[in-house]
């Protein structure tokens, strides 16, 4: 058995382990929601709390277009 054909061997085992941790190592947002659900709550109210402030500055825009637009040239 060549170099080659032994590296080929021991990729295969060494990439299963690291897409198994990417696979698992995902849950570490839940393993926090289970200890303090209020953490997501939290997260949840600020996220939308920050796009309402992006949708009223959207609607603010539109407004002055739309008038901008409506005005008798």
């Not at 849950?27 to 929601?33: A, I, L, N, S």
Request: charge should be positive; include cysteine; glycine fraction near 2%.
């Amino acid at each position: 058995m060549t170099w080659i054909q032994l590296a080929l061997l021991l990729v295969c085992p060494l990439m299963m382990l690291f897409c198994m941790r990417g696979m698992f190592g995902d849950h570490k947002c839940e393993k926090k929601q289970r200890i303090n659900p209020k953490y997501t709550e939290i997260a949840e109210v600020k996220d939308l709390q920050m796009r309402v402030k992006e949708l009223e500055e959207q609607n603010r825009r539109l407004m002055k277009e739309f008038q901008s637009s409506q005005q008798p040239s």
